[in-house]
C-alpha cells in the first residue's frame, strides 16, 4: 500500500523522512546496538538525543533564556488540570477565553483549582457551544488580579485560530497550542507559558510540551503531584520521572526536519499556501462550505459541510478510495475536516481540491 495523504487531526501525519530515519535507526541505534526505546534515559546517549531535541526546539523558536522547556506526559488535557495547579496559586484567580470546545475544556478543569472566570465565549447562540470566531476584544471582562490568561491559539474542532497575539492588559498569558505550535514564527518572550500535546504538529502522542517563564514558577498548590510540578521538573530537567523518551527522539527528528526547510518562516509560508488553496475553493463552492470568520480560519484543521448530508458516507468513501484518508468531521461538529499540519504537503491539499471538484461537479 502507498502512503496515503493523511488528514487525521491527530495523532497525525509525520513527515516520512523522519519515519524512514527511525526505522533505519530502530534496531541500533548509531552503533549503539540497540533502540533509543532500550535506552536509560539517564544515559549519555539518550542524554545527548535529549540535549538535541531542546536546543532544536530553543533554536527553532527563539526561545528566550529565561525561559523553561519541559518534557512532560498527561497532553493538553492533563495540563488543563496542571497548568492551575501550578499557576494559580498566585492570586487564586485566573481568566479564560473560550472560542470552542478546547478553550471550554480547559475553563472547567481549571475552576477545581481556583476561581474561574470566562472573559468571554464566542458560543452562536450563546449555549450551543459552536464558536465560529473570536468575541472582540472590546467585549471581554479582563480581571487586572488574574494570575494568568488562558485562550487555545488554535480550536482544532471548531477551526478556529488566531492571527495574533491576544493582548490580556499585562496579565501573563497562558496558550494551549497543541495543534498550531510549530506551525509559524512565534515570539514566546509574550508569553508566561505556553504547552501542547505532541500529536499534532510534534511527534507521537505520550509526550507534551511545556515552554514556561521562570518567574512564573514557586506558585504549585500544596497538593500538586511532583511529576506535574513544573518548578520540580524544572530542576530535575524533565527526569523528576522517566519521560517519553521515544517520543523525544522523533521529535528531535522532527525538529531537524523543520530546520532543514527553512525553519517556522518556511512553514508559515507552505501552511499558508495550503490554507489559502483549500479556503478559496470553499468560498468559490456552491456544494461545500465553510461557516468560520475569515480573520479567524485555521490554517490547520479546516471544517468543512456538504449542502448534503445525505452524502457524507459517498464523499468520505471516494475519498479514501483515492487516498485521502480521515477526513471525518469531529463527532460533536459533523461534517468534515482536514487537518493540514505541517506534515501535510501541498500535494494533499491538491489532490483533495482537485476531488472535491469532481465530487461537486458528480452532484449537478
Ligand atoms: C488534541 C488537543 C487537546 C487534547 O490533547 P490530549 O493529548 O488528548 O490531551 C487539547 N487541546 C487542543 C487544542 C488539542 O488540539
Known amino acids: 500500500m502507498p502512503r496515503v495523504f493523511n488528514f487525521s487531526p491527530g495523532p497525525a501525519a509525520l513527515p516520512e523522512t523522519v519515519l524512514r530515519q527511525a526505522a533505519e535507526e530502530m534496531l541500533d541505534w548509531h552503533g549503539t546496538g540497540m533502540s533509543v526505546m532500550e535506552m536509560s534515559h539517564r544515559g549519555k546517549e539518550f542524554m545527548g538525543i535529549f540535549d538535541e531535541a531542546e536546543g532544536l526546539l530553543r533554536e527553532l523558536m527563539g526561545v528566550p533564556s529565561n525561559y523553561k522547556v519541559l518534557f512532560m506526559q498527561g497532553g493538553a488535557i492533563g495540563e488543563n488540570a496542571i497548568v492551575p495547579m501550578n499557576l494559580i496559586g498566585r492570586t487564586g484567580r485566573a481568566d479564560y477565553l473560550i472560542t470552542g470546545d478546547w478553550s471550554r475544556k480547559s475553563a472547567k ?3 477545581r483549582y481556583g476561581l ?4 468571554a465565549d464566542s458560543a452562536e447562540p450563546p449555549g ?3 464558536c465560529l470566531g473570536i468575541t472582540p476584544r472590546a467585549q471581554w471582562k479582563l480581571d487586572a488580579g488574574a494570575a494568568y490568561f488562558h485562550y487555545c491559539s488554535n480550536e482544532t474542532i471548531g477551526g478556529v485560530q488566531f492571527h495574533h497575539i491576544p493582548d490580556a492588559g499585562g496579565v501573563p498569558l497562558v496558550a494551549d497550542m497543541s495543534s498550531d505550535i510549530l506551525s509559524r514564527p512565534l515570539d514566546v518572550s509574550r ?5 501542547g500535546g505532541a500529536q499534532k504538529n510534534i511527534g507521537p502522542s505520550g509526550l507534551t510540551l511545556v515552554i514556561v517563564r521562570d518567574d512564573m514558577l514557586g506558585y504549585a498548590l500544596p497538593a500538586t503531584p511532583d511529576a506535574f510540578n513544573y518548578r520540580i521538573q524544572a530542576e530535575a530537567g524533565s527526569m ?3 519521560p517519553a523518551t521515544y517520543a523525544i527522539y522523533i521529535a528531535g527528528l522532527v525538529f531537524r526536519w523543520i530546520q532543514a ?3 517556522l518562516p518556511a512553514m508559515a509560508e507552505r501552511n ?3 490554507a489559502k488553496l483549500l479556503y478559496d475553493f470553499l468560498d468559490s463552492s456552491r456544494f461545500f462550505s465553510n461557516p468560520i470568520a475569515r480573520d479567524a480560519r485555521s490554517q490547520m484543521n479546516v471544517p468543512f459541510w456538504l449542502k448534503d448530508p445525505g452524502q457524507d458516507e459517498a464523499f468520505l468513501a471516494g475519498a479514501q478510495a483515492r487516498g485521502l484518508v480521515q477526513l471525518k468531521g469531529h463527532r460533536s461538529v459533523g461534517g468534515m475536516r482536514a487537518s493540514i499540519y505541517n506534515a501535510m504537503p501541498l500535494e494533499g491539499v ?3 481540491v482537485a476531488y472535491m471538484k469532481d465530487f461537486e461537479a458528480s452532484q449537478a
Open 240 to 242: 523528576y520521572n522517566t
Open 128 to 130: 450551543s457551544g459552536r
Open 272 to 274: 499558508e499556501a495550503k
Open 191 to 195: 508569553f508566561g507559558l505556553i504547552y
Open 109 to 111: 478543569e481549571a475552576g
Open 350 to 352: 491538491q489532490a483533495l
Open 261 to 263: 526547510q527553512g525553519g
Open 116 to 119: 474561574v472566570s470566562v472573559v
